[in-house]
């Protein structure tokens, strides 16, 4: 006989995973939430009506009205065409969801130098970003530069907006709670096994 406890032992008023898992959990946040979406595309669409519901206030960055749809609208708690204009703070993270526009230094500028918890530009790690030279063109210092991340999100082998901003939320909730993200490393034995 075992003398470990079986499963039928576990006492769901005590245990925290299971209160989590009936929605029973206090709200363990100690600071709000702030993502900020900078630009609007599909992966912004998914990243701000997803953020919502993992707590976060929801900001919409887009300089052109035209690209702003109706789903942009319904996930934002706020929306603007000035990032100069967002108080960007210790609780903010940033999403910038689009390399290839015309405006990225001038529209990322602001929002690196105002420091914020977090901020990150997608883009293949396999060829330099652009956001390098165009933050320098706006005079943005190298150590402000070097705090923007790329690639973002977990290896999650993303292919479509949806599961682009998974991977990025995932991140996000990983790097908040002071954890890596994906799976755990295999024990010896484990490695052994799966190379013989």
């Known amino acids: 006989m075992s003398d470990s406890p079986s499963n039928d032992a576990i006492d769901p008023a005590t245990d925290p ?17 702030e993502l900020v979406a900078v630009y609007g595309t599909e992966v912004a ?32 708690d706020l929306i603007t065409d000035d990032p100069r204009s967002l108080a ?14 015309d405006d990225l230094g001038p529209v990322m500028a602001p929002l690196v130098t105002g420091t914020p918890r977090w901020i ?15 933050l320098r063109a706006e005079g943005v ?22 599961e682009i901003a998974l991977s990025t939320l995932a991140g996000l909730v990983a790097d908040r709670a002071g954890r890596s993200g994906g799976f755990p490393s295999p024990s010896p034995e484990q490695a052994t096994a799966a190379s013989g």
């Open 17 to 33: 995973a299971c209160a989590v898992a009936h929605g029973d959990a206090p709200d363990p946040r100690v600071e709000d939430r």
């Open 45 to 76: 669409s998914y990243l701000l009506a997803w953020g919502r519901e993992l707590g976060f206030r929801t900001v919409l960055v887009e300089p052109d009205p035209a690209r702003v749809t109706l789903a942009h609208r319904a996930a934002a």
């Open 88 to 101: 960007v703070e210790t609780h903010t993270d940033v999403v910038v969801t689009d390399h290839h526009r």
């Open 120 to 134: 990150g530009i997608m883009g293949s790690p396999r060829h330099a970003g652009p956001h390098g030279p165009a």
């Open 141 to 162: 210092d190298a150590d402000l530069i070097a705090t923007v991340q790329r690639p973002i999100g977990l290896d999650i082998g993303s292919k479509t907006p949806a």
